[in-house]
């Protein structure tokens, strides 16, 4: 990228910086990451859609993301712009049984003030990391409970930074994916319908799942949280502890004995060594059981051949 076209998205973004040769483990649940071209900070909703137009008239690469808990990014980087639509993106609105929430407000924010308003039906998310934009476009789910019961509408931007809407039932949920993910549109704003509920309960049922989470997860060390999708009539963590790779590792990179669906970054691991592994676990997982995994993890950048 040109330092005409840098100096074009820092008017674009401004006040909002740009940075060039920015480390992407800073970024990412993981901790791992090399550095980003380009990276730009996104303020509003006009600002996004300048950003957009502008690096597709340009013909150049971009990635948008939130909190970066679903990618791994190569240790060598990655090519383009990344779009971070996070830090000043997080209005949260209440109207009533509706909450109005910007792209990147966390997850687990939206479930509090959810909360403090006695709406339940978001306590599944309150220990999912993530922006609800990037929970949307994911359909993030937990315990029975995922982002399409409750969405009503989400506004997005295409690829050129056009406006769209669609209204829930239009966002075409499936397991692990949406609308969002397949025809590469971005949320800006997401409209929730929840229901009254008791604050007592409310808190009751969130502390359960929270106390489930840590007995069950490996929440001490950076993750991605469940590296790989639910396969069809079985569970990915249960196929991974049959196939005896219970702490098996690469470099820093282990697969947690306390849930074997979670890769973590155990010891200063490299992009790489945790790549390595996922591919280690999909050929002895398939070799015992037939079955393949296929990640959840996004991933970002070049990576050595297996």
């Not at 076209?5 to 401004?14: E, G, H, P, Y």
């Not at 909002?16 to 901790?31: A, C, I, N, P, S």
């Not at 090399?34 to 900070?41: I, M, S």
């Not at 509003?44 to 859609?49: K, R, V």
Request: hydrophobic letters at 40%.
């Amino acid at each position: 990228m040109t330092q005409e076209m840098i100096d074009t998205l820092r008017q674009i973004s401004a006040p909002y910086d740009v940075w060039t040769d920015e480390l992407m483990q800073g970024h990412t649940t993981f901790r791992v990451g090399g550095p980003a071209d380009v990276f730009v900070e996104i303020g509003s909703e006009e600002q996004f859609s300048k950003v957009l137009a502008y690096l597709k008239a340009q013909k150049q690469p971009y990635f948008v993301f939130g909190n970066g808990s679903n990618l791994l990014v190569s240790d060598k980087g990655v090519k383009g712009c990344m779009i971070h639509v996070g830090n000043q993106f997080q209005e949260i609105r209440v109207e009533g049984e509706t909450i109005i929430a910007r792209a990147g407000a966390k997850l687990s924010k939206v479930a509090a003030v959810a909360a403090e308003h006695a709406l339940g039906g978001m306590e599944f998310a309150a220990g999912i990391p993530g922006t609800i934009g990037g929970a949307v476009y994911m359909n993030a789910g937990a315990y029975d409970g995922e982002m399409a019961q409750i969405v009503t509408s989400v506004r997005a931007l295409n690829y050129s930074g056009e406006p769209v809407v669609f209204r829930g039932e239009e966002m075409n949920f499936g397991y692990r994916k949406s609308r969002l993910k397949k025809e590469a549109l971005y949320a800006v704003e997401v409209t929730l319908r929840l229901h009254p509920a008791d604050r007592e309960e409310i808190k009751a049922k969130t502390d359960d799942l929270q106390k489930r989470r840590k007995e069950k997860q490996p929440l001490e060390y950076p993750s991605a949280g469940s590296t790989f999708k639910r396969p069809e009539g079985n569970f990915a963590g249960k196929l991974i502890q049959e196939a005896g790779l219970a702490g098996a590792s690469i470099g820093g990179a282990e697969v947690s004995e306390k849930h074997c669906g979670f890769i973590i970054n155990r010891k200063h691991a490299s992009a790489s060594d945790i790549r390595a592994l996922i591919t280690l676990v999909q050929e002895k997982v398939r070799a015992n059981s037939g079955v393949m995994l296929e990640p959840e993890v996004i991933f970002l950048g070049e990576f050595p051949k297996a």
